[in-house]
Antibody
Framework: QVQLQESGPGLVKPSETLSLTCAVS?????????WGWIRQPPGKGLEWIGN???????YYNPSLESRVSISLDTSKNHFSLTLNSVTAADTAVYYC????????????????WGQGSLVTVSS | QSALTQPASMSGSPGQSITISCSGT?????????VSWYQQHPGKAPKLLIY???KRPSGVSNRFSGSKSGSTASLTISGLQAEDEAAYYC???????????FGGGTKVTVV
């Protein structure tokens, strides 16, 4: 059974950097699939942040690309998100997920999700 | 790029069927881009219901079905049950610049 678990600080100060890690169990991130991050501001909808493949190649939401970075550590079977220069608008529940994305077949779906990690940006 | 367009809310009685629409453009839902659907109960992570427009993952009830016509995808819930009360989101592949786009979400109430 594939399981994902987010971890990281629940409170970040404005202008600082948000960092989260997603630990994956039951599946090797080296075996394929993209590994992605999605966020959800309180009371609002889902927003895709970006993803990373086992090769290290990344894709980012153009609206966040200048501030976001996703990396992976195959030895620990986890991947991480950093978001720079945060503001109150970055307050959200951050989810990690296994992401099937295929440019050839034009498909995208997230089949396994973490439980989510609430990050509040406040001084 | 703006979110895909979904009705903000819908309601139905137990046993009825409802269909949630997800409208986009030729850059996302239209063309050959495939859509997935998610169910989210309050305080929980989203759950994949439909992928590649019409396919159901193992374990998902056959009361959920997906379809698409032109630039509008649809999720139909048949035989509505109290446990179906949740938010539903569509998601589409959106090309090699935007990549992924979600709908704004539809809150379904079982009355």
């Amino acid at each position: 059974q594939v399981q994902l678990q987010e971890s990281g600080p629940g409170l970040v100060k404005p202008s600082e950097t948000l960092s989260l890690t997603c630990a994956v169990s039951g599946f090797s991130i080296n075996s394929g699939y993209y590994w992605g991050w999605i966020r959800q501001p309180p009371g609002k909808g889902l927003e895709w942040i970006g993803n990373i493949y086992r090769s290290g190649s990344t894709y980012y939401n153009p609206s966040l690309e200048s501030r976001v970075s996703i990396s992976l550590d195959t030895s620990k079977n986890h991947f991480s998100l950093t978001l720079n220069s945060v503001t109150a608008a970055d307050t959200a529940v951050y989810y990690c997920a296994r992401h099937l994305m295929d440019h050839y077949y034009h498909r995208t779906s997230f089949d396994y999700w973490g439980q989510g990690s609430l990050v509040t940006v406040s001084s | 790029q703006s979110a895909l367009t979904q009705p903000a809310s819908m309601s139905g009685s137990p046993g009825q069927s409802i269909t949630i629409s997800c409208s986009g453009t030729s850059s996302d839902v239209g063309s050959y881009n495939l859509v997935s659907w998610y169910q989210q109960h309050p305080g929980k992570a989203p759950k994949l219901l439909i992928y590649e427009d019409t396919k159901r993952p193992s374990g998902v009830s056959n009361r959920f079905s997906g379809s698409k016509s032109g630039s509008t995808a649809s999720l139909t819930i048949s035989g509505l049950q109290a446990e179906d009360e949740a938010a539903y989101y569509c998601c589409s592949y959106a090309g090699t610049t935007t990549f992924v786009i979600f709908g704004g979400g539809t809150k379904v109430t079982v009355v």
